[in-house]
């Protein structure tokens, strides 16, 4: 399985980081992404954050920035075995697709739909790729203090996710 959402629904974040303005941060560069980091005090103000760290603890979080017109590549991750990612703009069209190579030529693709205020647990060693079109893409994701494989952190997250 590529991803599984997260049952417990953004109470604060997503507002938050819906209405920030974002031309003024600092923004540098993480592995192709734009990147600002967020403080660790919204694992006490965020319910689901919350929760996730007290299953798996969470080491730092942040929202990653994609320009217009660019795609990132299919890839899997170098470091990250899976994460938690939260879409945080919906006006403009992007993809998140999940790929499995059949041949040389041709890959079949499972797109994740993101909804507004839902968390998702990600597989990051399975080949994925990010489009996007006409306006900046903003997502939340973080890193975990232990790396875990997808499967593993699926069982562990298990009685919070959908």
């Not at 879409?87 to 797109?111: P, Q, W």
Request: hydrophobic share 35%; charged share 20%; net charge negative.
């Amino acid at each position: 399985m590529y991803y599984s959402s997260i049952s417990i629904k953004s109470n604060k974040l997503f507002d938050y980081l819906t209405d920030l303005p974002y031309d003024t941060y600092n923004w540098t560069e993480h592995f192709g992404f734009d990147s600002v980091q967020l403080g660790l005090e919204w694992l006490e103000d965020e319910y689901a954050l919350k929760a996730i760290h007290n299953i798996h603890p969470i080491k730092q979080m942040g929202v990653l920035k994609i320009p217009p017109f660019v795609n990132y590549n299919w890839h899997v991750d170098e470091f990250r075995q899976s994460c938690i990612n939260m879409l945080i703009s919906y006006d403009h069209i992007s993809y998140c697709l999940f790929g499995k190579e059949l041949n040389d030529y041709v890959t079949a693709i499972t797109e994740l739909k993101y909804k507004p205020y839902t968390y998702y647990l990600l597989n990051n060693q399975q080949l994925h790729t990010v489009i996007n079109f006409d306006k900046p893409r903003y997502m939340f994701s973080l890193y975990f203090e232990e790396e875990l494989e997808y499967k593993k952190l699926k069982q562990k997250l298990h009685p919070i996710l959908t």
